[in-house]
T-cell receptor, first 112, second 111 residues
């Protein structure tokens, strides 16, 4: 049972480039979300999804897009990378509203 | 979601019980208390949660005061692998997806 898998683990982008961070879960969870974590800070919610075809904005959505075409996958797209998006990104999933979240191992992104 | 207050850091001797406090004086009646931890460079890991009764699982115990304004996470026999940042979070059980992570308590287990 792989749980929540994020790829890549590390990425360096140039300012203005676009890329997609992948997140997949094999637990048939309805809820998935993306967080970012900056040095010395807690996690902040970027976008989330409560099921296939449904997404919503979190606390810091600007500069990011998401889609949820399947239950398993929840990719995060950076449209035009900026240095302010240098961060560690975590994807999480959970079975339903009132259950614990399972997190991936993170993607460390550097924008130069 | 209610705001939480935790000490910035704590030390605990290996093999002893680690008691991590959390204040949540503005908690409302439908908000749960959740605890997660984050070991260096890894994703957060769920530990335990509760509403008003004390809870215990294979990882830890959660003690919530009667007025629900504070709680304590107890790791009964701390090991070096328990060194991590511990986050106390309060949130409603429905209608809100966000887990509001503060800066947490950095727990260091001393050999």
């Amino acid at each position: 049972n792989a749980g929540v898998t994020q790829t890549p683990k590390f990425q360096v982008l140039k300012t203005g480039q676009s890329m997609t961070l992948q997140c997949a879960q094999d637990m048939n969870h309805e809820y998935m979300s993306w967080y970012r974590q900056d040095p010395g800070m807690g996690l902040r919610l970027i976008h989330y999804s409560v099921g296939a075809g449904i997404t919503d904005q979190g606390e810091v959505p600007n500069g990011y897009n998401v889609s949820r075409s399947t239950t398993e996958d929840f990719p995060l797209r950076l449209l035009s990378a900026a240095p302010s998006q240098t961060s560690v990104y975590f994807c999480a999933s959970k079975r339903s509203m009132n259950t614990e979240a399972f997190f991936g191992q993170g993607t460390r992104l550097t924008v130069v | 979601d209610a705001k939480t207050t935790q000490p910035t850091s704590m030390d605990c001797a290996e093999g002893r019980a680690a008691n991590l406090p959390c204040n949540h004086s503005t908690i409302s009646g439908n908000e749960y208390v959740y605890w997660y931890r984050q070991i260096h460079s890894q994703g957060p890991q769920y530990i335990i949660h509760g509403l008003k009764n004390n809870e215990t699982n294979e990882m830890a115990s959660l003690i919530i005061t009667e007025d629900r304004k504070s709680s304590t996470l107890i790791l009964p026999h701390a090991t070096l692998r328990d060194t991590a940042v511990y986050y106390c979070i309060v949130r409603v059980s429905f209608g809100n997806e966000k887990l509001t992570f503060g800066t947490g308590t950095r727990l260091t287990i001393i050999p």
